[in-house]
């Protein structure tokens, strides 16, 4: 039976107690894969950042906030996946501190500075960790020189597929998509439901036995 692992949603980065770094994905495309895994009858794995879906019936849901969360969750799943869908918005960047409570307002100060440090690049440390056999597919949001972009990605985080889309994808009920693999043209699926594009990519990506 194929094992099918899959991300969705975003991550949240915490400032404080109350405050977030985030993004505005809903995680719904994630969703609509690990559903139509469990409905082809795979063992499913979904690691979500939080969203407001419900889990999709027949499918193991772990439910994680922050990039690290998410990283720990994927680092003792992997392994046993033969497909990693890997769905999620996970934020670049996290403050590089935490504060206690609730940050307050300082009188006389019209601006408060927030660090930043780079989040792990959680699919391409997944990729260097593969088993032969293990199909992994990367997502690429893109808005200026998508295609470009998302070539270089295909190739640095080293995937067998990269899925591109721009940031109109984002809660949109349906939404453009290309498909990229090296060696290969572009594939352009135009207007698809969420629930339609996770058929045809679950079809393109199925172990062959």
Do not use: H
């Amino acid at each position: 039976m194929t094992r099918l692992l899959v991300t969705a949603g975003p991550t949240y980065e915490a400032i404080d107690d109350v405050r977030f770094v985030g993004n505005r994905s809903s995680g719904k495309l994630g969703y609509a894969v690990a559903a139509e895994g469990a409905r082809r009858g795979w063992t499913v794995e979904l690691v979500s950042g939080p969203t407001c879906l419900p889990d999709p019936a027949g499918v193991a849901v772990a439910r994680v906030e922050s990039a690290l969360e998410m990283r720990e969750a994927l680092q003792s799943r992997f392994a046993r996946c033969d497909v990693l869908v890997m769905a999620a918005a996970v934020a670049d960047y996290r403050p590089a501190q935490r504060f206690d409570g609730k940050l307050k307002k300082r009188e006389g100060e019209d601006r408060l500075r927030l660090e930043l440090v780079k989040n792990p690049d959680l699919l391409a440390e997944l990729s260097a960790r593969r088993t032969r056999g293990q199909v992994l597919v990367g997502f690429a949001l893109e808005a200026q020189d998508a295609l470009e972009n998302a070539l270089k990605k295909l190739v640095s985080k080293g995937v067998d597929w990269l899925v591109l889309n721009g940031p109109a994808t984002l809660g949109a009920e349906r939404s453009d998509f290309q498909i990229l693999r090296r060696g290969q043209e572009p594939e352009r699926w135009p207007e698809l439901a969420k629930e339609d594009f996770a058929r045809r990519l679950l079809e393109l990506v199925a172990p062959r036995s």
